[in-house]
């Protein structure tokens, strides 16, 4: 089994909070473990991926990160080549990229009335001139492919774009293993392709009776895409929860709507949802099972997988008359793990663990941007004490997990240490070391 979802890399931190405020109005539901971070930032990425593998196998092979990809030169692209496959190289997961053409056309300054027609010789030429710019990432090392052919994902696909089927027989003959965007997307026609997929958890029928709903009243309207496989592959998709009820009031009364809530009451009814998509995911045209959740961290609609702060209430609860999400923390990714990959160990915690003779300490899922204190009389005759948030005299391994080997100044004795770690989600761990015992 395998697990595919979306990192957005448009995040600007302070002062702008880029994708976090609109219109001078925070859009984000709850905050984000992290705080509102940069997508430039490696070392939060790092972060970030760590607590992803944690729960979906600790060095990366079960993850594949979907990366929106609009131009060159944009901020994706430059998040993509400056910060994303540095840190993505640490870990044995894969990558591909989800193409938006809506996006892509419109900041461009080309037509960019729905459908997006590429009959149009000049979106026709965009699309050819990307394929040609996109050459450069399918050939990286950890880029998805199947069967050898590279993955790309291509959004709104039928109902968001018009005269399409030239432009794709273009992907398909270059080799691309093009994935549409179709699930609860209207249209009755597909233009040419190798597989399908969703995105988020919203479909057009669910809209037609009401915009607010729980996880399981969603749960059958969205099966029914996992059933019919139209000879294309098929990955089922799903999203732990939707809420953008904060973009819509940062909107312009113009243009916005309603709200749309599609809410978990707990842990429980995303792994009920996890469980449906897993029943439908039959192996594609590699061998493999795959399933596309929703997002890593779009905040402003509450689909993330990364952990928020704690805040309650938990999962939902009514505010203002209204059924709004609450903090999960850790839970999403719990489920995830729990359903999906059970043979993943269960996190307990951050772990510290002596070598032979006290001569290094391992560190096992011990947050990057976690705490470390060193104290005992040994600390001041040691010539390299650990600084764990720049790694200097740290050694990195595959899995989270880092070591440390204590040198002594010279003519000074070992003597005991006491470590103590403090992850991110409050949980510690402490260690006695005693050099040469």
């Not at 915690?349 to 470390?372: I, N, T």
Request: hydrophobic fraction near 40%; charge should be neutral; aromatic fraction near 12%.
């Amino acid at each position: 089994m395998n697990l595919i979802s979306q990192l957005n890399l448009w995040f600007i931190g302070p002062p702008e909070y880029k994708e976090y405020r609109l219109n001078g109005r925070w859009m984000v539901p709850f905050e984000p473990l992290l705080g509102y971070t940069s997508s430039h930032d490696l070392e939060v990425l790092l972060q970030e991926m760590e607590w992803l593998h944690r729960y979906t196998g600790r060095d990366g092979s079960n993850f594949i990160y979907s990366l929106e990809w609009i131009k060159p030169g944009g901020i994706l692209d430059t998040n993509l080549q400056g910060t994303f496959l540095k840190a993505i190289t640490r870990s044995r997961a894969r990558w591909y990229l989800f193409y938006d053409p809506i996006l892509a056309v419109r900041q461009r300054g080309l037509p960019g009335e729905l459908p997006i027609d590429f009959s149009i010789p000049e979106i026709r030429k965009l699309f050819s001139d990307d394929l040609d710019y996109l050459e450069r990432y399918f050939s990286h090392p950890q880029y998805w492919k199947v069967n050898g052919r590279p993955a790309m994902h291509v959004w709104a696909v039928p109902d968001g774009l018009a005269n399409v089927d030239d432009a794709f027989r273009e992907a398909l003959d270059r080799g691309i293993y093009l994935i549409g965007d179709v699930f609860g997307r209207g249209g009755d026609r597909l233009p040419p392709l190798s597989a399908k997929s969703g995105f988020v958890i919203v479909t057009p029928e669910m809209l037609a009776h009401s915009s607010d709903w729980t996880v399981p009243g969603a749960m059958p309207f969205f099966e029914k895409y996992f059933t019919d496989r139209g000879g294309l592959d098929l990955i089922p998709a799903f999203s732990c929860q939707y809420d953008d009820t904060e973009f819509m009031a940062a909107l312009p009364p113009a243009e916005s709507r309603a709200p749309i809530r599609v809410l978990a009451r707990d842990r429980g009814e995303i792994e009920d949802f996890l469980r449906l998509a897993q029943r439908h995911a039959a192996p594609i045209a590699d061998g493999d099972r795959y399933i596309f959740c929703g997002t890593i961290d779009n905040w402003a609609e509450g689909t993330t997988l990364l952990p928020t702060k704690r805040s309650d209430p938990p999962f939902w609860d009514i505010r203002g008359r209204s059924r709004r999400i609450g903090f999960y923390h850790f839970e999403h990714l719990a489920a995830l793990r729990e359903v999906l990959f059970p043979e993943v160990a269960p996190y307990q915690g951050p772990r510290l663990e002596a070598g032979r003779r006290g001569r290094s300490v391992l560190f096992h899922d011990c947050d990057r941007m976690g705490r470390l204190r060193l104290s005992g009389r040994g600390v001041a005759a040691l010539a390299n004490p650990p600084e764990w948030s720049t790694g200097s005299g740290i050694s990195e391994r595959f899995g989270s997990r880092r070591r440390w080997r204590p040198r002594w100044k010279e003519g000074a004795s070992p003597a005991p240490l006491r470590l103590r770690f403090r992850n991110l989600d409050g949980r510690v761990a402490r260690l006695r070391l005693e050099p040469g015992g």
